[in-house]
């Protein structure tokens, strides 16, 4: 699958219903508020979150 960070054909995981290669995966989780491509980072995770919530829909019994 292709990896919605970098748009490489990797293996990796699937983090809030969105694939995520290990390499991206692995820079995600361990950079530092010191790094310079922190807000990028916390971008990243506010638009997965975004999606995540976003595409749930509610089942609705009476329908």
């Given amino acids: ?3 919605k960070i970098c ?3 990797k293996r ?3 983090v809030f ?3 995520m290669c290990r390499e991206c995966m692995s820079e995600l989780a361990f ?3 010191y790094d310079e491509k922190y807000n990028f980072y916390m971008n990243i995770v ?3 979150l ?3 919530i976003g595409e749930r829909q509610l089942a609705n019994p009476a329908n």
């Fill in 50 to 52: 975004g999606y995540y």
């Fill in 7 to 9: 748009g490489q054909n």
């Fill in 46 to 48: 506010r638009i997965l």
């Fill in 31 to 33: 950079s530092s508020v």
């Fill in 17 to 19: 219903g969105i694939h």
């Fill in 1 to 3: 699958m292709y990896c």
């Fill in 12 to 14: 990796g995981y699937r």
